[in-house]
């Protein structure tokens, strides 16, 4: 299976970034960052569920990692940096720390966690994840996402910051949405930290300065972390130039 992916040619010799969204967002989420880099490759994928990709269904992470394997080999993506933000980071992580794959020249990761660490912590999010799922499945997609971005990690948007997310993500598939919030629970993923410290890949972190949750996250990581000012946990659109200037030191382009 392959994904959905918007394609930009760079100069040659130069390695490719490779774009990975957020949940329910698609392939133009990173671009207003990754065209800043003109020099470079651009891949922007839409993830399973979502975009060009909403009729991909997974059933857990290594569905959707073999579905970017796919991607990256048909278009002949051999030398390469994987961006992520949430569970795009989250799907970079686990993607990069299990296959181990050449060409891998870095990971970059914006507010995505490794992994919970307690048998309790993963029932308590399968219930809620669980619980998400039904009403993307059967509610009007305006009201979930309200509801949503209520959540206390989105905390420091705006009420304007808000509407205007509800109205970006209420298009939507509701049900391509719902699979893919199971298929990806953090309740199902793997605690990555051991292997992100023993890691063979450079990695990089993200974070906004108002994300106090992903900041104490950041902080049980092995890996340099950047913190974007005047940002919540979507950093890159509250504040795409931050970090825009940060992957420029990161990437070196």
Not at 6 to 18: S, T
Not at 83 to 92: E, K, N, P, T
Not at 115 to 139: H, I, M, T
Not at 186 to 200: F, I, N
Request: a negative charge.
């Amino acid at each position: 299976m392959m994904l959905n992916a918007v394609a930009r040619e760079g100069d040659a010799g130069q390695p490719w970034l490779v774009f990975l969204h957020g949940f329910s967002g698609d392939c133009r989420e990173w671009q207003p960052v990754g065209e800043a880099f003109p020099r470079a490759s651009r891949l922007y994928i839409d993830l399973p569920g979502h975009g060009g990709s909403a009729d991909c269904r997974v059933t857990h992470f290594a569905d959707v990692c073999a579905a970017l394997q796919a991607t990256l080999l048909s278009y002949n993506i051999l030398n390469y940096w994987l961006v992520g933000y949430s569970l795009g980071g989250r799907i970079a992580m686990t993607f990069a720390c299990q296959h181990q794959p050449q060409g891998l020249l870095g990971v970059v990761v914006e507010g995505g966690h490794p992994g919970l660490q307690s048998a309790e912590q993963r029932a308590q999010r399968w219930q809620s994840d669980n619980l998400w799922a039904q009403r993307f499945a059967r509610e009007p997609l305006n009201q979930v996402f309200d509801a949503w971005y209520r959540q206390p990690v989105f905390a420091s948007l705006t009420p304007a910051q808000r509407d205007a997310l509800v109205a970006l993500r209420q298009n939507n598939d509701g049900s391509a949405l719902a699979a893919m919030l199971l298929a990806t629970s953090l309740s199902v993923q793997d605690d990555l930290r051991e292997a992100l410290r023993d890691r063979a890949f450079p990695f990089w972190y993200l974070c906004g300065e108002r994300d106090s949750k992903f900041r104490a996250i950041a902080d049980e990581l092995a890996a340099p972390c950047h913190v974007i000012h005047n940002a919540g946990h979507n950093a890159h659109r509250e504040n795409p130039e931050g970090v825009v200037a940060c992957l420029a030191q990161i990437v070196h382009l």
